[in-house]
């Protein structure tokens, strides 16, 4: 008997490997497919070659494998049982002497895998992934910042800066008629400048681009308007990007930091907020993966319906979509929210899904 119920089990499992595996690719695609413009415009902007393409294709892609494998996993599940239920495998299962819980059992743990996986991603892997993306942005950035300079063209490219110059030599570097909005300060700069060089420094800490601003005036607009007459000003086009002296953002923790982050009581309480918040959430992706397959299964089970090839996959999307939607709620009632705990908030549409797929499957039961 033991033995019977063995083949049933690696027969559900082995359907489940070929599904997950497309949907992975599917939804990379897709991610992927979303930022093509975005790649080739910066790969025109920038003129990098295939190797570094395929590189930041790669990291991109390795920060965003935690999102995607939930999704992947609750398309495999789905699509699965619903072709079980629509080729009358199901019936033969139960009429085999296998349970509900039996016949989802295979599916439970392809859950407990991929939640293992996502755990190694989400913590450690994907934010390895995005920094590495950050730094090499940051450095084609840096490197090409005369080549992204166009003549009569606002550029939003560097660092929360507008920068307009109404004529560019990018051979000898030199900038005329220029206009900068900067709001890396607060208020914004506005500056003004009839005559600008642009110089690149090759340092220890990284390329830097610096630029001489000659014979303008700065203007700042707090209660009162203030305006600075120049001769000379300087600015910085680029940011360090160091991988070690450059900040992390909240993305590129690993979860280790964001612990340490999380426990610095000396921290400003809206910004440990927001480390209290990472670190819940990479909680959330790393067991969504295990909950998607419970309801996934559930639904699959409680819809056997003949001649309904695409329910499942309308069904994944459409689950997909609410819980995504009730995420994104919750962290920022999480973020807006004082009285509140924020581990409850952002573990709310977890908790939602949990208590449906129950209730799914005890409605099952009877």
């Known amino acids: ?65 935690p999102a995607l494998l939930p999704m992947s996993l609750l398309f495999c599940v789905l699509m699965t049982y619903s072709r079980l239920g629509n080729d009358s495998e199901l019936v033969a299962f139960k009429a085999a002497g296998y349970s509900p819980l039996q016949i989802i059992s295979p599916s439970i743990l392809f859950g407990i895998l991929v939640s293992l996986l996502s755990a190694q991603l989400t913590f450690e892997t994907a ?33 929360d800066m507008v920068v307009y110059a109404n004529k560019v030599n990018t051979d000898r570097g030199t900038l005329e008629h220029i206009f900068i909005y900067d709001e890396r300060q607060f208020p914004p700069l506005t500056i003004i400048a009839k005559k600008g060089l642009m110089v690149q420094k090759n340092e220890i800490t990284g390329n830097e681009v610096k630029l001489t601003l000659l014979n303008g005036n700065v203007h700042r607009k707090t209660n009162t308007h203030t305006k600075v007459e120049f001769n000379k000003f300087f600015i910085s086009l680029s940011e360090n990007y160091n991988l070690q002296a450059k900040d992390k953002t909240l993305a590129s923790m690993n979860l280790s930091e964001l612990k340490t982050e999380k426990a610095n009581i000396n921290l400003d309480p809206k910004l440990k907020k927001k480390y209290e918040i990472e670190y819940y959430k990479r909680w959330c992706l790393t067991l969504l ?51 509140v705990n924020p581990a409850f908030v952002i573990w709310f549409p977890n908790l939602l899904f949990i208590s449906a797929s129950i209730y799914l499957f005890l409605k099952k039961l009877k």
Request: charged share 10%; proline share 2%; glycine share 10%.
């Open 1 to 65: 008997m033991f033995s019977f119920i063995k083949i049933g089990y690696r027969y559900i499992f082995t359907e489940l490997v070929p599904s997950f595996l497309m949907g992975m690719l599917v939804f990379v695609g897709i991610i992927l497919m979303f930022q093509g413009l975005r790649l080739a415009e910066f790969a025109l902007i920038h003129g990098f070659g295939v190797k570094l393409l395929s590189e930041i294709l790669t990291y991109m892609t390795i920060s965003i494998l």
């Open 127 to 159: 934010p390895w992934g995005n920094r590495r993306f950050e730094v090499i942005v940051s450095t084609l950035t840096n490197t090409k910042a005369g080549i992204a300079l166009k003549e009569g063209t606002f550029m939003e490219g560097f660092f």
């Open 289 to 339: 993966p295990l909950i998607l397959t419970l309801i996934g299964a559930t639904i699959g089970l409680n819809t056997q319906h003949r001649g309904s090839k695409g329910s499942g996959f309308v069904s994944c999307v459409g689950l997909i979509v609410i819980y995504w939607i009730l995420f994104v709620v919750a962290e920022s009632s999480a973020q807006n929210i004082n009285v």
